[in-house]
């Protein structure tokens, strides 16, 4: 059994609509034996390893359904009993996971296996675990050379799989956050690989570290973390504080100690969990030996008068009370027959403790302070308690060094609660734990003379949330209501725009729209991340982490994001769900690749921003792949677009109140109109849009209808629509690499970045209307990882369309064959019927973009299909002029440019800084003309 390939979707995917783990593997020899073959040996030692699979339900949906699979006639294949496994390893690891499902590829012995997961890294290492398992488990003959050679220790590899997972794994404080954000529909990111999370999206986000909220103010921090200064402070407000003294060595707490009086307690000045700590301190040399201790956790140590009583933990958040706990220190209880060294081993096998936070309770150990603490009352490891003798193994009552908790918060006396909400305010705490010591909590402080003992910052919520005893008590949720007040967002409005053709041109319209309509938008597509227009990262950013990237920016107020089909396949979707999701079309690209050999298998990739779209689906009626996506969405409005003003699917749903996007024909030319709730609203004229060329580039018309329909359906007021789509233009800087067209010499050119048979057919439906005086020509090429007829078809798609023909390659050939591709394009061009006359074969980008403009006179128009869009647009821009080599490289001094002095009017640099060009991307300057 070898795994081929793995995949970890953060988010909604092909397999699920959430996070999920996909392991393409190959059974080899264990094809010819499922389960039943393996037999009984093979069923009994898989469920003494993990006895709790006997729970799962698998297919008949009940407990023990996965063990009658196993059992029955043949039995299961190996990839399903994969599946089955690493979910239960992450559950015994302490996750909650249940989701999986096993499915063949269609070649012999190869499975898709997918499980969902909580943490990456754990999800990762249970497929590895459950693979070896299960090798370990089968005949040696099926087993894998490793196996034969080292053998497998289960119960090692177990328990070392458990404590990594449980170090990854969000706290009990962290995690009781998430739950409470989940319960309320609060999107979560985890930030790190410890406890920084956050909660919300761009401007609305809040960040939270342990129970440290973003709220949280660094003074407050500061005063809790001095105990000396909180102390002081809490004292000057007449709250009942110990008395306490600050010391640097053992003399001076010697000193301090008889000063106050006995009993004492000696503790670090900023450790926190208990550490250090010595209480019930009654001679100068216990002092002296509890200094030692204390100052190895800080150079201050802190001698306090000795409350008599229990420590009580108060959490108060936002000004409120929320719960109390009784924490009781680790102890053991005497039987009469153990050891104490017996009975610590009684109290850890409670199932619910555990090392460090990892469980409800932490193990008990004997370490120094167990042992001082055995030796006051007489005893060492050996000795035996009498029967019911409590011995205590812990000075406070921290649950981290083993103590327990009672919830108390029902009982808890309105004085002792008004003491700890006024000691939070005074510190300036928004979550803050009150250590409170006093003999009875039902009674004021007045009477049992209780006290503060501390204040914390970034209080740990396992005792209340789960405590030994008492009530659990939703602590998390008062701190998620108070960063997100009910009915305040915490999700900035998301648009994910997927389709083979168009989605670039029509997410940067639609964050065009969103712009001047005043919001702050994140923009990611093919080329970059854009902040508020302003480009941030650059690269293929259409994927999850470019989405996350956008969503964790505070200053973003709604996202528009190019969802291409590239990231779905490799990590899914970034987000659960998006507040309009549109797909434009489905048309042959990428066919043949990571599995997708089929339009109806692209169609279903795309289907998935339609299925996690909440406000609206917007669909392209006219593409029936698209239409029938129509069946997968629970929008609450469902928009339609189409060019066929005779639609009669659109029809019906127009008549119906529904929401559709149609182009009409007007008597001043085509209209694009909007229908919504039975209303007929013509919103503009396709040739006052200038990325339509006048209303020739139907392509673009299109691209418009949906950025006004996914604007619209984000609650864009329609004259914003109107302006966003007058004012936005195919220039260079607006929509690199899209119809891009520079009228500057004596010809013109057209750039674009079209790679796939339908964007080519778009512009050459665009050339075809228009009327050059001179010759047509064109370069084209093809993404060597397309399919042979891909390649073929872009270049009789060209046939007979131009007067001469260049064909070249990629830079990257994807695997082709240096040459490969024009050659093949070359070919396509003759059997098509062109003369071999009118085709070059210039493989270099460069050099056929080179001789495309040497060859060119008045009155032609070139088209360029470019691979290197700002290479080869600065190549185009520069034809003729002394810079032209700047085609080929970037020139450092050109970026030292002090435009000032020329005072220009509103102008732009290239992207790379080169060339000073107007809005329309004519060059204004030389670097020459600029230094004259």
């Known amino acids: 059994m070898e795994v081929l390939s793995r995949s970890v979707y953060l988010g909604p995917n092909l397999y699920a609509l959430f996070p999920v783990i996909r392991l393409t593997i190959q059974l080899g020899e264990l094809e010819k034996w499922p389960s039943g073959k393996l037999g009984k040996d093979f069923t009994d030692g898989l469920l003494a390893a993990l006895p709790t699979l006997a729970e799962h339900g698998c297919s008949y949906g009940e407990p023990g359904g996965f063990v009658r699979r196993l059992t029955e006639d043949e039995g299961t294949w190996m990839g399903h009993i994969l599946e089955h496994v690493a979910i239960e390893l992450q559950n015994i690891a302490g996750a909650s996971v249940t989701y999986g499902k096993t499915r063949g590829t269609g070649t012999p012995g190869e499975y898709n296996v997918v499980y969902t997961y909580e943490q990456e890294d754990v999800g990762i290492e249970a497929g590895r675990l459950a693979q070896s398992l299960l090798l370990s488990l089968c005949p040696k003959e099926l087993q ?46 985890r930030l790190n690989k410890y406890s920084l999370v956050q909660f919300g999206h761009g401007k609305y986000a809040r960040k939270i570290q342990a129970t440290i909220t973003s709220e949280t103010t660094h003074i407050g921090v500061e005063l809790a973390s001095d105990k000396e200064e909180t102390n002081l402070l809490l004292g000057d407000l007449g709250l009942p ?57 800080s150079r201050s140590v802190i001698v306090e008068s ?62 120094h302070q167990a042992h001082r603490l055995l030796e006051q009352k007489g005893y060492d490891e050996k000795s035996v308690p009498t029967d019911g003798e409590i011995v205590y193994l812990r000075s406070t009552g921290n649950l981290s060094t083993g103590g327990t908790a009672v919830d108390v918060t029902d009982v808890i006396h309105p004085d002792n609660r008004e003491v700890a909400v006024r000691a939070a305010k005074a510190i300036g705490l928004d979550v803050c734990g009150v250590d409170f010591l006093t003999t009875d909590i039902t009674q004021s402080h007045r009477v049992t ?68 309509a005043g919001h702050h938008v994140g923009l990611s597509t093919t080329d970059a991340v854009y902040i508020d227009g302003h480009k941030t990262v650059e690269g293929d950013m259409t994927g999850p982490v470019a989405s996350r990237m956008i969503l964790r920016d505070p200053s973003v107020d709604c996202a528009v994001l190019e969802t291409a089909r590239g990231g779905m396949l490799k990590r899914g979707i970034g987000y659960r769900h998006c507040n309009v999701g549109a797909v434009l079309n489905v048309q042959a690209d990428h066919l043949g690749l990571r599995g997708i050999d089929t339009l109806e298998d692209l169609a279903e990739v795309k289907r998935i921003v339609i299925e996690i779209a909440k406000d609206a689906a917007v669909l392209n009626a006219d593409d029936e792949l698209c239409l029938r996506m129509a069946d997968y969405s629970k929008a609450d409005h469902l928009c339609y677009v189409t060019m066929n003003p005779d639609h009669q699917l659109v029809q019906q749903h127009v008549v119906a109140g529904g929401r559709a996007v149609v182009l009409e024909r007007g008597i001043a030319g085509q209209m694009i109109t909007l229908y919504d709730s039975g209303a007929h609203i013509p919103l503009l004229w396709t040739h006052t849009i200038p990325a339509t060329l006048d209303g020739k580039a139907m392509h673009n018309v299109q691209n418009a209808m949906f950025a006004a329909a996914v604007a619209f359906s984000m609650g864009t007021k329609l004259d914003e629509i109107r302006h966003g789509l007058r004012t936005f233009d195919m220039t260079y800087f607006q929509a690199p690499g899209r119809m891009n067209i520079c009228d500057e010499h004596p010809f013109k050119v057209i750039l674009d970045y079209g790679h796939n048979p339908a964007a080519v057919n778009a512009m050459v439906n665009l050339t075809d209307q228009l009327e050059p005086k001179g010759k047509r020509r064109v370069v084209i090429a093809a993404p060597g990882d397309r399919r042979d007829e891909d390649i ?100 450092p001094s050109l970026l030292q440019i002090d435009l000032n002095p020329v005072h220009l009017s509103p102008a732009a640099l290239d992207p790379d800084g080169t060339l000073i060009r107007d809005d329309r991307g004519v060059r204004l300057a030389r670097p020459k003309e600029i230094s004259d």
């Open 306 to 367: 000795f409350i008599e009583g229990l420590d009580h933990r108060l959490l108060v958040v936002d000004g409120k009370l929320v719960a109390a706990s009784k924490r009781v220190p680790g102890h053991i209880k005497g039987d009469g027959k153990s050891t104490v060294e017996q009975l610590v081993d009684i109290v850890n096998s409670d199932e619910r403790r555990g090392i460090g936070h990892a469980k409800v309770l932490t193990r008990l150990e004997l370490d």
């Open 241 to 297: 504080v110990a008395k306490q003294i600050l010391v640097y060595s053992e003399g001076r707490a010697a000193q301090a100690a008889k000063r106050i009086g006995y009993p004492v307690v000696v503790k670090p000045l900023n450790a926190n969990h208990g550490r250090g700590v010595s209480i019930g301190l009654t001679d100068e040399a216990s002092v002296r030996v509890a200094f030692e201790h204390a100052s190895q956790h």
């Open 792 to 891: 073929r078809e872009i270049a009789t798609l060209c046939a007979g369309h131009y007067d001469h023909y260049i064909c070249k390659r990629d830079d990257d050939t994807r695997g082709r064959d240096g040459d490969e591709v024009p050659r093949m394009q070359r070919q396509a061009l003759m059997d098509a019927g062109v003369p071999e006359s009118a085709i070059t074969v210039i493989p270099d980008e460069q050099e056929a973009v080179k001789a495309a403009l040497e060859g060119s006179e008045t009155g032609d128009l070139v088209l360029i299909f470019g691979d290197n869009i700002q290479r080869t647009w600065n190549q185009i821009t520069t034809f003729g002029s002394d810079d032209d080599a700047l085609g080929d490289q970037d020139d």
């Open 449 to 516: 003379g209780g006290a503060i003992c501390e204040v914390n910052a970034a209080p740990g919520f396992r005792m209340h949330v789960a405590p030994s005893e008492g009530k659990p008590r939703d602590v998390a949720g008062p701190v998620l209501d108070m960063l997100f007040p009910p009915g305040s967002p915490s999700r900035i409005p998301i648009a994910s725009i997927t389709g083979t053709n168009g989605k670039t041109t029509t997410v940067r319209m639609t964050a065009h729209i969103l712009k001047l």
């Open 144 to 189: 894998s050379d490793e196996i034969r050679k080292n053998g497998f220790d289960w119960e090692e590899e177990r328990d070392t799989f458990i404590r990594s997972a449980q170090r990854r794994a969000l706290g009990p404080s962290t995690a009781s956050l998430v739950k409470a954000a989940e319960e309320r529909n609060i999107p979560w990111l």
